[in-house]
């Protein structure tokens, strides 16, 4: 069974910084694109950005050039770092796998438990 263990999150004050993290257990051999969402209550669960296994990247516009995806493939691991936060980047951030290639199968459309990341003075 994989699964997708996230660490990181909390309060933190307008402008700061914080990093998520995001590793998959198991006996992994590969993963496709990972990515980070998002949702705020209220509203729906929202793309804020996305790395395909080349490295390749891409990001909500709310987010560009204050957030970067990471990650590393040998710890099979996604990072989010954000900076410059908002009180509206506030939400449950969830990370996300399209397909996980492990020892006891491959499984797809994975997701993390979820993190609260509240930003407020």
């Known amino acids: 069974q994989v699964q997708l263990v996230h660490s990181g999150g909390g309060l933190v004050q307008p402008g700061g910084s914080l990093r998520l993290s995001c590793a998959a257990s198991?006996?992994?051999?590969?993963?496709?694109?990972m990515g980070w969402y998002r949702q705020a209550p209220g509203k729906q669960r929202e793309l804020v950005a996305l790395?395909?296994?080349?490295?390749?990247?891409d990001y909500a516009d709310s987010v560009k050039g204050r957030f970067t995806i990471s990650r590393d493939n040998a710890k099979n691991t996604v990072y989010l770092q954000m900076n410059s936060l908002k009180p509206e980047d506030t939400a449950v951030y969830c990370c996300?796998?399209?397909?996980?290639?492990?020892?006891?199968?491959?499984?797809?459309?994975?997701w993390g438990q979820g993190t609260q990341v509240t930003v407020s003075s």
């Open positions: 996300y796998a399209g397909s996980v290639h492990s020892g006891s199968g491959s499984y797809h459309h994975l």
């Open positions: 198991g006996s992994i051999f590969s993963i496709d694109a």
């Open positions: 790395i395909t296994s080349g490295g390749s990247t």
